[in-house]
């Protein structure tokens, strides 16, 4: 099969984000699937800006095409939603001087970028699938980044239902997030799929705890542990309350955030404030010591803000489960995280903006060490049983191939 990928990020090289797993995708159905990959994206990082890369690359049988587009502040929502539509038209316009595609596999990121995709459904009939990683323009509502009934809420809405019912498979990454597609955008639930996140088994693997990440910042004692992106939807004040009362209790934790986005001035500057030693804030650190970093934790942290289940997964989660850690989780419990816990005893879940059960928690694991460990365990079992980047790569195999049968998801 010959197959397309569009996203606005594409870099295999980075850890995180979609294009991160996007890349792995490509790889997985090139070298155990015999498809022909190609991947539209563009020359830019959200986490670097403006990088030097080439036109196009030909990543070891995997063709990636990069449109130039203008760098902007993610925080600057106007400037990012224009910038976000030139980025689709150029994404279009590429797609269309290449030759035609069984299928293409299009993201949410940025939003309009199914655009993309619907034109050459209507000029060529290739059919697309359409993955959603954040649902928009519900999402900003949520947020309050945008305002419920203004005009581009409203354009936008009608958007994402057209480019919804127009896709051949929509491919849900929760079941919270299926849910939410059928209710609210009235999608037949035959016509969604749920495909998780995954993580590359090969790649993260349990390791020793004694790890070069906690001896060159000198960390002792019990770590836990936030990899990721500091973003508007994960609530990191609860986070900084937990560590506040596990300082005041003496308790021998630290809380190591690591990543950046639009909260990470707010938490230095609380940090500072309150003097919490117990928290220790870091840049990421690269695509080659990011297991080594998953592995220097006695758990790992997920967050997410009340009202975002269902519009958006922290893919994190996936990557802690292939560490062999147990998940604590800061999330609803209708979520898939919340699930995935319940029915595999990774790790626990408390309730979203729990300050108080998040410092319980981290108090019981210290304690209970030898229930920490299972959960790691089990965590390892489950991704090797269904989440792992192999069998995330054979879902979508499926999924491709029904699409250019013409048949719904299965």
């Not at 410092?359 to 959960?375: G, L, T």
């Amino acid at each position: 099969m010959r197959v397309c990928i569009l996203n606005e990020f594409f870099y295999p090289d980075m850890v995180g984000g979609t294009g991160f797993v996007l890349s792995q995708l490509a790889r997985r159905l090139h070298d155990d699937h015999g498809f022909e990959v190609h991947a539209v994206t563009s020359k830019n990082s959200y986490r670097s800006g403006q990088i030097e890369v080439a036109d196009f690359e030909d990543w070891d049988g995997v063709q990636i095409h990069r449109v130039e587009v203008e760098s902007v502040d993610r925080a600057r929502t106007v400037q990012r939603f224009l910038a976000n539509y030139r980025f689709s038209c150029l994404v279009a316009k590429r797609l269309a001087a290449l030759p035609r595609f069984d299928a293409v596999l299009v993201s949410s990121a940025p939003p309009f970028l199914p655009l993309a995709a619907l034109n050459a459904k209507r000029r060529t009939g290739t059919p697309y699938l359409y993955i959603v990683y954040d649902l928009e323009p519900d999402r900003a509502v949520t947020l309050r980044v945008a305002k419920p009934g203004s005009l581009p809420v409203r354009l936008l809405g009608a958007w994402q239902r057209r480019w919804l019912h127009n896709a051949a498979t929509v491919v849900a990454i929760g079941r919270c997030m299926k849910d939410l597609l059928v209710e609210r955008y009235a999608l037949p639930p035959d016509r969604v799929a749920v495909v998780e996140v995954g993580a590359d088994t090969d790649e993260v693997k349990p390791l020793s705890r004694d790890t070069q990440f906690r001896r060159e910042h000198g960390l002792e004692g019990f770590i836990l542990l936030y990899s990721g992106n500091f973003g508007r939807y994960h609530d990191f004040d609860a986070v900084l309350d937990a560590a506040a009362t596990l300082k005041h209790r003496n308790v021998p934790a630290t809380i190591v955030l690591v990543g950046n986005g639009v909260k990470e001035a707010d938490i230095k500057a609380r940090v500072e404030r309150e003097a919490l030693t117990n928290v220790r804030v870091f840049p990421f650190v690269s695509h080659d010591a990011f297991p080594d970093l998953l592995a220097s934790a006695d758990m790992s942290l997920v967050t997410l803000e009340e009202g975002m289940e269902g519009l958006c997964m922290p893919s994190k989660f996936y990557s802690i489960l292939a560490s062999g850690r147990a998940t604590l989780a800061m999330v609803s419990p209708v979520t898939e995280i919340a699930r995935v816990v319940a029915e595999t005893d990774c790790g626990v879940v408390v309730g979203t903006a729990d300050a108080t059960g998040l410092a319980h928690e981290v108090e019981r694991a210290i304690a209970e060490p030898e229930r920490v460990v299972r959960q790691g365990e089990n965590a390892r079992k489950a991704i090797e049983a269904e989440y792992s980047n192999r069998r995330v790569a054979e879902k979508f195999a499926d999924r491709f191939r029904d699409a250019a049968r013409g048949d719904g998801p299965r």
